[in-house]
């Protein structure tokens, strides 16, 4: 085979092992599976040691990563359990703004419901460049427009997300789709395949030339130029057919007969069934002249490769194949059986009855390239050490800081954005996108699910070992001031190259802060996503992202009627911040605005003490003691009061006596704190409740008026009104597009 061929598909060391395992040179179909297999989006060849460290189990954890979805106990008395992962759809999304973003809502939602679980929730984790670049505009409408497009249609609600804006996604944008569902314990499916002689049948839409060599594009760097020669890499999803999939694999699974149930996703064909076998411990025969196609003159290649939407795998009981076809038929979805499982630890293709391949699944699987990479410290780590803020000169208007800090596009509401997609279909959305977190009733049963996504790639950046704990422990404060106790995570790991020894080192840290976060808050990862290689090769040199590690945290409210929220509910109520200020503002949106870089050694965190505070702001919230609760994240303790006050239009009069600058005071995003406020009767009762606990907590003001103003030491350095703050807020995303 010629070298260029070879090459096209695997690094020439990676084509030598895989000569070596099979005993002879693969053919173009096996070398193209190969390539599927052994991506680095497929094998986690990079990440696979790392990935180890991770927390996994918990009582109540149904299923730890390793499945379409991860899954948690939601309510043990009635079975109740949710399933639910993140992924990424970043280089598509770029490409391919629409379809790309559209089809990784299209493909997490399949994730989700090949568990056999009904979706209730979307959400979507969104980073772009910055908004004076007009491709950037272009891009972020186009992703929004697909999401909403896509979950619009197919009647599942997107109830929240976050969305970041910094040059380091100039030319690489993340898109991470997440998706959530409601499944019974007793009714849960697996994607593990067994039975000798169980027929293997092919459901969805059929087989087109989209999406080929979609899983090697997402595990290699690319550079604009290439765009165009790209997009058939990108899929086309159609959410109308997507809504009947989930509709007639829910019913199938009420029929008796399937044994496994894969989605056709990164790979296709490929995945699905090398998957399925190897969980099996069995062999897989597909007859690929029966696959449907939608395109004439597919080759056996090009159907293993596809990646068109909309499809699954299902292997079911011989003899009870003809029931689980007419279920897909009578939703008007091809179905058809294109196979067999077989005994023989195999992968074996035949094309109008002549053998076109043949590989050992083991290969493919347990023997796909495992890297140690090697990785060191970057030096702007070391240079950043020296950075000392006190030598930043104190602006004289904080009114003027707030303002541009509220309508900047990272802090600012992203109510342009939420308000395309439809958060209240179903019914079961109570909080809605904006708060901390969003939150779920779930039907038959008083308990109610919260969901937070959370990364701030800045600080891990900055600081990769504490911006990943911070990552996990934001997501899961979120999740606890609305009331519930964070359960588990899922996490997509966004990185560039891990042949990049700095890369590396950043992931490895990160990594290890994530693990140590998630053992001691006790919220175990049992689902998720590496994506590498998010860079882009530019003329002088190459434009890597920050570390993006986002964390979309799951949680659990005992009574869903106790649910909490981040507005200020009465005049007169006392405003008390939980929590230390420090005035750190390395690696804050304040930083930004002032020096236009990121400097410094970021945030850090205690985590015993934010369990600590996460449990006890629970406990506070079902005590009922509290009438709101909102964390202290970008922008600081100023930018919090305000977003506070906009729900009901409140104002407060807030007194800070902390001995540190007022910007940095008021600016700074040091972490573990959280604002909340109560009815004057309690506050006594509040503040010895935490006291307590060990937390620190203080009266610093009162719910009052129609302006916010904040003193410090007793001088008056913010006053604006609340509409005034509003209207920044509300439209500082808008004027940007």
């Given at each position: 085979?010629?070298?260029?061929?070879?090459?096209?598909?695997?690094?020439?060391?990676?084509?030598?092992?895989?000569?070596?395992?099979?005993?002879?040179?693969?053919?173009?179909?096996?070398?193209?599976?190969?390539?599927?297999?052994?991506?680095?989006?497929?094998?986690?060849?990079?990440?696979?040691?790392?990935?180890?460290?991770?927390?996994?189990?918990?009582?109540?954890?149904?299923?730890?990563?390793?499945?379409?979805?991860?899954?948690?106990?939601?309510?043990?008395?009635?079975?109740?359990?949710?399933?639910?992962?993140?992924?990424?759809?970043?280089?598509?999304?770029f490409?391919?703004?629409?379809?790309?973003?559209?089809?990784?809502?299209?493909?997490?939602?399949?994730?989700?419901?090949?568990?056999?679980?009904?979706?209730?929730?979307?959400?979507?984790?969104?980073?772009?460049?910055?908004?004076?670049?007009?491709?950037?505009?272009?891009?972020?409408?186009?992703?929004?427009?697909?999401?909403?497009?896509?979950?619009?249609?197919?009647?599942?609600?997107?109830v929240?997300?976050?969305?970041?804006?910094?040059?380091?996604?100039?030319?690489?944008?993340?898109?991470?789709?997440?998706?959530?569902?409601?499944?019974?314990?007793?009714?849960?499916?697996?994607?593990?395949?067994?039975?000798?002689?169980n027929?293997?049948?092919?459901?969805?839409?059929?087989?087109?030339?989209?999406?080929?060599?979609?899983?090697?594009?997402?595990?290699?760097?690319f550079?604009?130029?290439?765009?165009?020669?790209?997009?058939?890499?990108?899929?086309?999803?159609?959410?109308?057919?997507?809504?009947?999939?989930?509709?007639?694999?829910?019913?199938?699974?009420?029929t008796?007969?399937?044994?496994?149930?894969?989605?056709m996703?990164?790979a296709?064909?490929?995945?699905?069934?090398?998957?399925?076998?190897?969980?099996g411990?069995?062999?897989?025969?597909?007859?690929?002249?029966?696959?449907?196609?939608?395109?004439?003159?597919?080759?056996?290649?090009?159907?293993?490769?596809?990646?068109?939407?909309?499809?699954?795998?299902?292997?079911?009981?011989?003899?009870?194949?003809?029931?689980?076809?007419?279920?897909?038929?009578?939703?008007?979805?091809?179905?058809?059986?294109?196979?067999?499982?077989?005994?023989?630890?195999?992968?074996?293709?035949?094309?109008?009855?002549?053998?076109?391949?043949e590989?050992?699944?083991?290969?493919?699987?347990?023997?796909a390239p495992?890297?140690?990479?090697?990785?060191?410290?970057p030096?702007?780590?070391?240079?950043?050490?020296?950075?000392?803020?006190?030598?930043?000169?104190?602006?004289?208007?904080?009114?003027?800081?707030?303002?541009?800090?509220l309508?900047?596009?990272?802090?600012?509401?992203?109510?342009?954005?939420?308000?395309?997609?439809?958060?209240?279909?179903?019914?079961?959305?109570?909080?809605?996108?904006?708060?901390?977190?969003?939150?779920l009733?779930v039907?038959?049963?008083?308990?109610?699910?919260?969901?937070?996504?959370?990364?701030?790639?800045?600080?891990?950046?900055?600081?990769p070992?504490?911006?990943?704990?911070?990552?996990?422990?934001?997501?899961?404060r979120?999740v606890?001031?609305?009331?519930?106790?964070?359960?588990?995570?899922?996490?997509?790991?966004?990185?560039?190259?891990?042949?990049?020894?700095?890369?590396?080192w950043?992931?490895?840290?990160?990594?290890?802060?994530?693990?140590?976060?998630?053992?001691?808050?006790?919220?175990?990862?049992?689902?998720?996503?590496?994506?590498?290689?998010?860079?882009?090769?530019?003329?002088?040199?190459?434009?890597?992202?920050?570390?993006?590690?986002?964390?979309?945290?799951?949680?659990?409210?005992?009574?869903?009627?106790?649910?909490?929220?981040?507005?200020?509910?009465?005049?007169?109520?006392?405003?008390?911040?939980?929590?230390?200020?420090?005035?750190?503002?390395?690696?804050?949106?304040?930083?930004?605005?002032?020096?236009?870089?990121?400097?410094?050694?970021?945030?850090?965190?205690?985590?015993?003490?934010?369990?600590?505070?996460?449990?006890?702001?629970?406990?506070?919230?079902?005590?009922?003691?509290?009438?709101?609760?909102?964390?202290?994240?970008?922008?600081?303790?100023?930018?919090?009061?305000?977003?506070?006050?906009?729900?009901?239009?409140?104002?407060?009069?807030?007194?800070?006596?902390?001995?540190?600058?007022?910007?940095?005071?008021?600016?700074?995003?040091?972490?573990?704190?959280?604002?909340?406020?109560?009815?004057?009767?309690?506050?006594?009762?509040?503040?010895?409740?935490?006291?307590?606990?060990?937390?620190?907590?203080?009266?610093?003001?009162?719910?009052?008026?129609?302006?916010?103003?904040?003193?410090?030491?007793?001088?008056?350095?913010?006053?604006?009104?609340?509409?005034?703050?509003?209207?920044?807020?509300?439209?500082?995303?808008?004027?940007?597009?």
């Open positions: 085979m010629k070298k260029e061929i070879i090459e096209k598909h695997l690094p020439l060391n990676e084509y030598k092992k895989a000569v070596e395992l099979l005993g002879r040179e693969p053919n173009l179909v096996e070398l193209g599976i190969f390539s599927a297999m052994w991506s680095e989006h497929c094998s986690y060849k990079s990440s696979r040691v790392h990935l180890s460290k991770f927390p996994t189990k918990a009582p109540w954890v149904v299923q730890g990563p390793g499945e379409n979805a991860g899954i948690i106990m939601v309510d043990e008395e009635k079975g109740i359990c949710a399933a639910f992962k993140v992924e990424s759809h970043n280089h598509p999304s490409i391919e703004p629409f379809n790309g973003a559209a089809t990784g809502v299209g493909g997490i939602l399949r994730d989700v419901f090949t568990m056999g679980a009904r979706p209730i929730a979307c959400m979507d984790s969104l980073r772009f460049g910055e908004l004076s670049d007009p491709k950037m505009k272009y891009v972020m409408k186009g992703v929004v427009s697909g999401i909403s497009h896509y979950g619009n249609c197919v009647g599942v609600p997107t929240g997300g976050e969305v970041y804006f910094d040059s380091c996604y100039q030319t690489n944008p993340l898109v991470n789709a997440f998706a959530l569902g409601i499944v019974k314990k007793d009714k849960i499916f697996y994607a593990q395949a067994a039975g000798v002689g027929p293997v049948i092919y459901v969805g839409s059929k087989t087109g030339r989209d999406g080929i060599h979609g899983a090697t594009m997402a595990s290699e760097e550079s604009s130029e290439e765009e165009v020669e790209k997009k058939v890499n990108v899929q086309v999803g159609d959410p109308f057919i997507e809504k009947l999939l989930i509709e007639a694999c829910l019913e199938a699974m009420e008796e007969g399937i044994i496994a149930i894969q989605d996703g990164a296709g064909l490929t995945s699905s069934s090398v998957e399925m076998a190897s969980r411990n069995v062999g897989v025969k597909l007859d690929l002249d029966k696959v449907p196609t939608r395109e004439e003159g597919m080759t056996p290649y090009e159907i293993m490769l596809s990646e068109s939407q909309e499809r699954m795998l299902v292997v079911c009981e011989k003899g009870k194949e003809e029931n689980i076809i007419k279920v897909f038929k009578k939703w008007g979805l091809d179905a058809c059986i294109i196979g067999e499982i077989i005994e023989e630890p195999v992968i074996r293709l035949f094309w109008h009855n002549e053998k076109v391949a590989l050992p699944v083991n290969i493919l699987t347990d023997e495992v890297y140690y990479r090697p990785f060191k410290v030096q702007y780590i070391i240079e950043n050490r020296s950075y000392n803020q006190e030598i930043l000169p104190q602006p004289e208007d904080l009114n003027e800081i707030t303002l541009k800090l309508s900047s596009p990272t802090i600012a509401s992203k109510r342009w954005i939420y308000e395309q997609y439809d958060h209240m279909v179903q019914i079961n959305t109570v909080v809605y996108p904006g708060s901390d977190a969003s939150v009733r039907k038959e049963s008083r308990k109610g699910i919260a969901i937070s996504s959370d990364c701030n790639s800045r600080y891990c950046y900055l600081n070992y504490e911006g990943g704990k911070i990552a996990v422990a934001e997501a899961a979120n606890a001031c609305s009331g519930a106790t964070p359960r588990a995570i899922t996490d997509c790991l966004n990185f560039a190259s891990p042949e990049d020894p700095e890369i590396m950043q992931f490895v840290k990160c990594t290890d802060g994530m693990a140590d976060a998630c053992k001691i808050l006790e919220t175990p990862v049992v689902s998720g996503n590496v994506s590498f290689y998010n860079e882009t090769a530019l003329e002088n040199g190459k434009r890597a992202i920050f570390p993006t590690p986002t964390v979309v945290c799951v949680g659990v409210l005992e009574n869903v009627e106790k649910r909490m929220t981040k507005d200020f509910k009465d005049e007169g109520d006392v405003i008390i911040l939980l929590g230390e200020n420090t005035g750190n503002i390395s690696g804050s949106e304040y930083q930004k605005l002032i020096e236009g870089e990121f400097k410094g050694t970021g945030q850090t965190i205690d985590l015993k003490f934010e369990k600590t505070l996460q449990n006890s702001i629970v406990e506070a919230i079902q005590k009922e003691l509290i009438k709101s609760a909102h964390d202290i994240s970008e922008g600081g303790i100023a930018v919090a009061l305000f977003e506070s006050s906009f729900g009901r239009n409140l104002g407060f009069e807030v007194n800070l006596n902390d001995n540190i600058r007022s910007d940095f005071l008021l600016f700074g995003e040091e972490q573990s704190r959280i604002i909340i406020s109560v009815s004057p009767e309690k506050e006594e009762e509040v503040l010895e409740f935490f006291k307590e606990r060990t937390i620190p907590a203080k009266r610093i003001g009162v719910v009052k008026g129609n302006r916010g103003i904040i003193s410090h030491n007793g001088k008056e350095v913010i006053n604006i009104s609340v509409e005034e703050a509003k209207q920044y807020y509300e439209t500082g995303l808008e004027k940007n597009l």
